[in-house]
DNA sequence: AGCCGACAGTAACAGTGTTATCAATGCTCT
DNA sequence: AGAGCATTGATAACACTGTTACTGTCGGCT
């Protein structure tokens, strides 16, 4: 055919994990593909045939993400408490996101210009899976109101993505051990889904007039 | 002096008007400063003479969108119940953020390049305060546990936070009412601070061996 | 050997935020 | 009144971005 491929897996892993490097330690607004293509001794004719435009190199950083982020949820190993291990499951996930601020921001934050593609958002969503299972779990053991465990599931999920989400864009309030205050909330949100005696239903309580 | 002055207060505000008036409905990624002076039928000195540079304009922007936020918060008066009160505090807050999502980003999200000033940071930070109070109320009438009424504040916050950030970046599961999971969660976090007989303290319950 | 087409680097294009230049302006001083 | 001049603000230049067109290079096939 023609001359050899360079543009080529090889390639294509290397402009990842520089990509990656970059957006870890100065976020995804410093990316640029001209100075990657330079770091990685390429043009940027290397970004575009290999994958598409930047947001398509986003994309695969997403990717990356979410898999590193699920693999961190599922080492929290069912125990016989599915209880604690919601609250271990809120432990991981904020450990992820404090230890990898910026990658977690492509997926959950920072958001600029790239709009995932909805294929990227059923990844993300399967994240919500273990805790899901953890959820179900405790109800079959007695430990959470019975309905939907989606609900209860994203309940917990919420609570874990909104004080970590503070936290790492500053908005938490200064002066507080966010750490103490995080698994708090966790046991808080897990005592409130408790199955209580004489409450069978998940609604909520009517609305006061 | 010198020539009549055009770039003043009445210039100023038609900026901001127009840049929110942008940001509100394109998001933050499409506020341009060329395109911004163009539409004010000015140049782009004018920005920089009374804004800085483009930080300083979102500085504003920022500036604008807690103050909207805030008097959505206050509105919600004080009743006798101020456990209830703390949820209608947080359906306050999602009604602000889905009414207006990009201005809310700005404060709570979307942060590109963009870092608020600690000024601006203190500014949003007091938005939490009318729930602090009513969490302080709720403890005052034996509602919520004793202890640190920010820390519970900041739990019920971070709740309400991390569903509605779910919500707008399109990371919720589909299929699920969110307006109903978002409420029956504040009741459940509410719920999970109600004092109980025989518990006084704020601390999480000890770890299950 | 010669050729043709896939390939990849260079350079051009349209846009951005920012800054330097410079003409227009109206007060102040002679 | 008229000249001078500091202040003001629009224009144009600069350095950067993502993206695309171009063009020279290369290697297998005839």
New interface residues.
């Given amino acids: 055919m023609a001359r050899l491929k360079t543009h080529d897996e090889a390639l294509r892993l290397r402009l990842i994990n520089r990509a990656a490097a970059t957006v870890f330690d100065r976020g995804a607004?410093a990316l640029s593909l001209r100075r990657l293509a330079a770091d990685v001794k390429t043009s940027t004719t290397a970004v575009y045939s290999l994958f598409g435009n930047k947001a398509g190199l986003i994309d695969s950083l997403y990717q990356e993400a979410v898999r590193l982020f699920l693999a961190r949820l599922t080492a929290v190993r069912p125990s016989d408490?599915p209880a604690?291990d919601v609250v271990r499951l809120g432990i991981a996930y904020r450990d992820y996101a404090v230890a990898n601020p910026h990658l977690y921001g492509i997926?959950?934050?920072?958001?600029?210009?790239y709009e995932?593609t909805p294929e990227r958002?059923n990844e993300?969503?399967s994240t919500?899976q273990p805790l899901v299972d953890a959820v179900a779990r405790g109800q079959a053991a007695g430990q959470f109101k019975d309905g939907?465990a989606?609900?209860i599931a994203?309940?917990c999920?919420?609570?874990?993505?909104?004080?970590?989400?503070?936290e790492l864009?500053?908005?938490?309030?200064t002066g507080?051990d966010i750490g103490?205050?995080y698994?708090?909330?966790l046991?808080?949100?897990?005592?409130?889904?408790r199955a209580r005696a004489g409450d069978g239903g998940?609604?909520?309580?009517p609305p006061?007039p």
């Fill in positions: 607004g408490d604690a997926v959950f934050a920072d958001r600029l210009d995932p958002l993300a969503g919500i939907s989606e609900v994203l309940s999920w919420g609570a874990a993505h909104g004080l970590v989400s503070l864009s500053g908005n938490a309030p507080l103490a205050v698994e708090e909330t046991h808080a949100v897990v005592s409130g889904w998940h609604s909520a309580p006061r």
